[in-house]
């Protein structure tokens, strides 16, 4: 099966600027240890310094203000102040536990209270509050070589390290290091940093977005959300590659895992995951890393016990993913009747006959649906949203917050999609329409189990067999379309 793959490239540009004189500090004298003058002329001088405040968490986040006044946060979280200021800020409220001021070289001797004394430049400064119930779980910010911790316990120290340095809710051995070995599992470490009370809880980023919904799915392997934020809850992008050395359906990859994560030399690559990944591609889908190279960790807490989350009620616009597959010419009927049978047989609200792929002719996957008759967000069949509306999930360059990778009775599915493009508002190639089953011709697929941007996806021949994407959904298709 031969495919053919289209990745993006991104180029960054980055410019470096000398800061010697952003203060306007002159030269020491010599002979004296009296600090150097302020040149009062420079400064005023100096550009303007924006305070960009960060809050959220898993809480009801804290008010934060400044004086000068200025930021008033959340609502106005940037603020320009003048070159040379003491700037304050202060957090008061909140509805969880508030950890403290991170980053920005905040200074103060409370929790709730920091000081920015003449910042040099712009700044960002976090201020979260979390539920000290919550499991976090987030992908390490630094990568370092999965051959050189000596221990998967080193491993474990560093994510409570960088756990402490982000102000997320710590405790002594708060978090594990998602790494599998012959000798125990991922999840069987989770289980024995819970003291092995493993009762059903949820499992958040530092955003609050659910990642595992109870311990059942940690052991199944089965994700709600990818994990792609770090410690501090910053997107570390589509190709971020994390390392686990543990397969799809979460047991450990055969091997030596780098002698037990103590040799930079050992010849044998760990099994890697994207962080952008759903179920399976989490921990299995990127390039294998050797045991030499740079990679990240996810780190997950185990110590706190929290509520499984509440399913939402299912909406009236449903996504889901086809256990069954069809080939890439049987055509658009073959499609929405695979569909239909699915979504029948799992008993989704007003099941449609209609397929959410491209209806050939040129046409983009938007084109077959009239949006403004669509009342409902998307969700998929575990009740997630996948989109705040359908005229969003259409539109150009939408990219998932959740990956679609949940079949209509509920189950997870790793698979690749017929689509015809990367998104639902262009095209690109899609076997004539959808009507040749030639191995001379391609249709463009892409993962379910993924929220990398649209601009991902691959080609496969038209003879092969993939799964379909399907709308379950009350109205709304143009006539002459199927």
């Known amino acids: 099966m031969a495919r053919r793959m289209f990745r993006p490239v991104v180029v960054a540009a980055m410019g470096i600027a000398g800061c010697s004189n952003l203060l306007g500090l002159s030269a020491p004298r010599e002979g ?7 040149d009062a002329a420079a400064v005023d001088a100096a550009p303007p310094v924006t305070v960009h405040v960060v809050t959220g968490g898993t809480a009801a986040p804290s008010r934060v203000q400044s004086e000068p006044a200025g930021i008033d946060c959340p609502g106005t979280c940037d603020a320009t102040f003048a070159p040379g200021a003491t700037i304050e800020l202060s957090a008061t409220g909140g509805g969880g536990v508030f950890t403290g001021f991170f980053g920005g070289g905040c200074t103060g001797s409370g929790a709730r209270d920091c000081t920015l004394i003449a910042p040099g430049g712009d700044v960002t400064v976090f201020a979260r509050d979390f539920d000290p119930q919550a499991n976090l779980v987030f992908v390490t910010s630094t990568q370092q070589p999965p051959g050189g911790f000596n221990s998967r316990g080193a491993a474990d120290a560093l994510c409570d390290t960088l756990a402490g340095s982000a102000g997320l809710p710590t405790g002594s051995d708060a978090y594990v290091a998602y790494l599998s070995a012959s000798d125990t599992t991922a999840d069987a470490r989770i289980i024995a940093q819970g003291r092995g009370e493993f009762t059903p809880s949820d499992f958040v980023r530092p955003d609050g977005a659910l990642v595992f919904a109870a311990s059942p799915d940690v052991t199944a392997g089965n994700i709600v959300s990818p994990i792609r934020l770090d410690e501090f809850g910053r997107d570390v992008g589509d190709d971020a590659v994390v390392v686990t050395n543990t397969n799809a359906d979460g047991t450990a990859t055969t091997g030596n895992a780098c002698q037990l994560f103590s040799s930079t030399s050992d010849a044998t690559p ?34 706190n016990r929290g509520n499984p989350p509440a399913r939402a009620p299912l909406a009236q616009t449903v996504l889901f993913v086809t256990t069954g597959t ?3 010419g049987q055509g658009i009927g073959a499609a929405d009747d695979l569909c239909h049978s699915e979504a029948v047989a799992a008993s989704l609200p007003n099941p449609s006959t209609l397929a959410l792929i491209t209806p050939g002719a040129g046409q983009a996957v938007a084109a077959r649906f009239q949006l403004d008759v669509f009342e409902s967000a998307p969700q998929r069949p575990d009740g997630v949203q996948l989109a705040p509306s359908m005229t969003a999930l259409l539109g150009s360059g939408f990219d998932y917050p959740v990956p679609p990778d949940v079949a209509a009775d509920g189950t997870p599915v790793d698979a690749t999609v017929w689509i015809g493009a990367g998104d639902y508002a262009s095209v690109v190639t899609d076997c004539s329409g959808w009507t040749s089953s030639s191995s001379s011709q391609f249709g463009v697929t892409r ?27 009350i109205a709304g298709v143009l006539p002459g379309l199927r």
């Open 32 to 38: 004296t240890d009296a600090p150097p003058p302020i």
């Open 270 to 303: 760990l099994t890697a995951g994207f962080a952008s990944g759903g179920v399976g591609q989490f921990t299995s889908d990127a390039p294998a890393v050797a045991c030499s190279a740079p990679a990240r960790l996810y780190c997950v807490g185990g110590r």
């Open 326 to 328: 069809i080939s890439g």
């Open 447 to 473: 993962p379910a189990a993924t929220t990398r941007a649209s601009t991902f996806f691959q080609q496969q021949a038209c003879d092969q067999v993939e799964h379909v994407l399907c709308l379950n959904f």
